[in-house]
Antibody, heavy 123, light 111 residues
Framework: EVQLVESGGGLVQPGGSLKLSCAAS????????MHWVRQASGKGLEWVGR??????????AYAASVKGRFTISRDDSKNTAYLQMNSLKTEDTAVYYC??????????????WGQGTLVTVSS | NFMLTQPHSVSESPGKTVTISCTRS????????VQWYQQRPGSSPTTVIY?????PSGVPDRFSGSIDSSSNSASLTISGLKTEDEADYYC??????????FGGGTKLTVL
């Protein structure tokens, strides 16, 4: 059974940093791209970024709203993906989900989701 | 870059049929697959339709998806509505410039 478990959320001041983790199990983590998607309270889903596998050079991509502030990384030995968030703004307040692609043949849709971790940016 | 626009909310009675639209702002709706996710309150999203009209195993055939190039939109149709279908629904697509894009979501009320 595929499981994705996020952790690391919490309260941080504007301008601060936070690092989220996504522990994966039940599949070959090293061969899978991993994404982060966020959702502000009462709002819709927003794609944050993606990291590909070692075979794809760990290539990353980010939404314009977080580019230059957020960094996605992974440790295949620990089956864990990370989201390093710097220069946080109040508008980054959201539940952050990690997701794994599936179903679609070209890897552009999301099949597995974690339960999410809440990040609150406030003074 | 493109956006996906959904109605904010729809409502219908149990047993009826409802259709939720998702209109692509630029570029062809047919150029990249559209997915639909269901999100119940307090839960993570789950896929109900992928690749425009494919249903994952376990999703009832009351759920169907389609695209319409003339209106540049995708649609999610739910027939035989049940109270358990009450949820938020999001469309999602991709292109190499905008990358992964979600619609704003539609709140379905079954009353």
């Amino acid at each position: 059974e595929v499981q994705l478990v996020e952790s690391g959320g919490g309260l941080v001041q504007p301008g601060g940093s936070l690092k989220l983790s996504c522990a994966a199990s039940g599949f070959t983590f090293s061969g899978s791209a991993m994404h982060w998607v966020r959702q502000a309270s009462g709002k819709g889903l927003e794609w944050v970024g993606r990291i590909r596998s070692k075979a794809n050079s760990y290539a990353t991509a980010y939404a314009a709203s977080v580019k230059g502030r957020f960094t996605i990384s992974r440790d295949d030995s620990k089956n864990t993906a990370y989201l390093q968030m710097n220069s946080l703004k109040t508008e980054d307040t959201a539940v952050y989900y990690c997701t794994r692609p599936g179903y679609c043949t070209n890897g552009v849709c999301f099949r597995y989701w974690g339960q999410g971790t809440l990040v609150t940016v406030s003074s | 870059n493109f956006m996906l626009t959904q109605p904010h909310s729809v409502s219908e009675s149990p047993g009826k049929t409802v259709t939720i639209s998702c209109t692509r702002s630029s570029g062809s709706i047919a150029s990249n697959y559209v997915q639909w996710y269901q999100q119940r309150p307090g839960s993570s999203p789950t896929t109900v339709i992928y690749e425009d009209n494919q249903r994952p195993s376990g999703v009832p055939d009351r759920f169907s998806g389609s695209i319409d190039s003339s209106s540049n939109s995708a649609s999610l149709t739910i027939s035989g509505l049940k109270t358990e279908d009450e949820a938020d629904y999001y469309c999602q697509s991709y292109d190499s410039s905008s990358l992964w894009v979600f619609g704003g979501g539609t709140k379905l009320t079954v009353l």
